[in-house]
């Protein structure tokens, strides 16, 4: 079974730049939802998933982790909005069940996306439609957790496979967003330059991640608000979609319809 790894976006301990990026998705799916039953995978904590709930939805979101899945149903769940644990890969849902299926930041971290994208089209009803979200690959940060990444061309080729009709749109940012991406990256290639001999790609990965996960609130710590974007102020409103993609858009925005049987 392809093997998801995960990270949490919390606010004050990720970048608001990175928080508004999610949330900039989900403020489009919801732009395009009508009524019916909408399934969130990759759901997290549910921030993102209750932006979604409307009187005319079943909201489900879902997450790996059952303890996420439970935190999150305390937290934000209520009337229209469920939460469980679910595999990405091997949903829990019938054929042809779901009207709205979001997959937001969560097809990156999937070693077999293409497992993750069958069971999209599989639960969408015939006239249903999936939203997948990820980071555009060239404008995309070193992460452990992201392995799998894609550019435009590739994300909407892995799509047709499942959808007769694709779409795909560049999830563009404002000059102060691009500009908090720069200097942050700057940060991150100064420490990439502490391991010249790239000993973190020939751990075990398990080793790296654990590192990573452990060291990273460390350094933010250490690096100060004004090098790491927590407490910038930048928000969704600083991300559009657009349909011209360059290597420096930060995402990818892609709509699915006419699931393939």
């Given at each position: 079974m392809p093997r998801l790894t995960g990270e949490r976006p919390l606010r004050g301990a990720t970048p608001d730049s990175l928080l508004a990026f999610h949330a900039a998705g989900y403020r489009e799916i919801g732009?395009?939802?009508?009524?019916?039953?909408?399934?969130d995978v990759g759901c997290g904590v549910g921030t993102?998933?209750?932006e979604l709930a409307a009187p005319d939805r079943l909201l489900v979101g879902i997450d790996y982790s059952a303890q996420t899945a439970i935190d999150a149903a305390h937290d934000v769940g209520g009337d229209g909005v469920r939460f469980a644990a679910m595999d990405g890969a091997r949903l829990g849902a019938r054929d042809r069940s779901i009207d709205f299926v979001c997959s937001s930041h969560i097809i990156e971290h999937f070693t077999s996306p293409i497992r993750h994208v069958a069971?999209?089209?599989?639960?969408?009803?015939?006239?249903g439609t999936a939203?997948?979200?990820?980071?555009?690959?060239?404008?995309?940060?070193?992460?452990?957790?992201?392995?799998?990444?894609?550019?435009?061309?590739?994300?909407?080729?892995?799509?047709?496979?499942?959808?007769?009709?694709?779409?795909?749109?560049?999830?563009?940012?404002?000059?102060?967003?691009?500009?908090?991406?720069?200097?942050?990256r700057a940060s991150g290639e100064k420490l990439v330059k502490l391991d010249p001999f790239r000993l973190r790609q020939k751990v075990p990965r398990s080793w790296y991640v654990y590192g990573y996960t452990r060291l990273l609130p460390i350094v933010y710590r250490a690096l100060g608000p004004e090098t790491t974007?927590?407490?910038?102020?930048?928000?969704?409103?600083?991300?559009?979609?657009?349909d011209t993609i360059t290597p420096e858009t930060p995402g990818l925005f892609a709509i699915a319809r006419a699931p393939r049987r």
């Open positions: 732009k395009r939802l009508g009524s019916g039953t909408v399934l993102g998933t209750q069971e999209l089209a599989r639960v969408a009803t015939v006239d939203f997948v979200i990820t980071p555009n690959r060239p404008a995309d940060f070193e992460n452990p957790f992201h392995v799998y990444t894609f550019v435009a061309d590739e994300l909407t080729s892995m799509l047709r496979l499942f959808f007769d009709d694709v779409e795909i749109h560049g999830l563009e940012g404002s000059p102060e967003l691009h500009a908090d991406f720069a200097k942050r974007g927590i407490g910038s102020g930048i928000d969704a409103s600083h991300f559009f979609l657009s």
